[in-house]
């Protein structure tokens, strides 16, 4: 009887650590590969999960809103792990940090630097997160969110799966250097005449 109350006690942390998250802490090398060591390959195809943004665009100050979804009706996930990276090598730094976490469902985590990613923080069924994000105030280079995202079973895993490209820039600030250039070209114009 004890044995069992034993073994139990035993095998119980073990069982419920998959679902706590991430295990950065445990295997810190999970920052760089974003494999999640669950000793099987990825998935082939195409990802049924995706990762929206509300901006094309990082600047000083400004966040993002991050989402990763899935793009099939009826379909989940439970994990996920997501980075924003370098386009191009080496990227294998996590750029930028999360803010606001969301509550229970998933948490920030440090790769490197304080919440640089963010990953589930239980094993519920899952169709949409969502959290903000913020660059670094000065250029990256173009960045893009990098995720692993486990699915049904733990076997079922896909790593790779990207948004899309973000450069560093204010898209409003490019408009009104554009519209200043106009005006005083127009201007030239008319005071040459
Ligand atoms: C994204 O992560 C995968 C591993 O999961 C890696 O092979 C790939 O190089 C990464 N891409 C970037 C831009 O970090």
New binding site residues.
Partial sequence: MYRTVWLLLAILPAALARGSGPPTSEYPTICI???PGHGSS?ASGKAPYAISLDSDTYTKGNSIEVSIYATEPDNYFRGFFI?A?????P??DAVGSFISEPTEESQFIKCGTQNSAWGHANRNKKTKVTARWIGPSTSFGPL?F???IVGLKKEDYW????SSEILYGNANGVKGQGLLLSTMVLLAYVLHK
């Avoid at 990276?85 to 090598?89: I, K, Q, T």
């Avoid at 790593?159 to 990207?162: A, C, E, K, L, Q």
């Fill in positions: 590969t974003m494999e990825p980075q990276r370098r386009v191009g090598l990227s294998l893009v990098n995720a692993t790593t790779g799966v990207m």
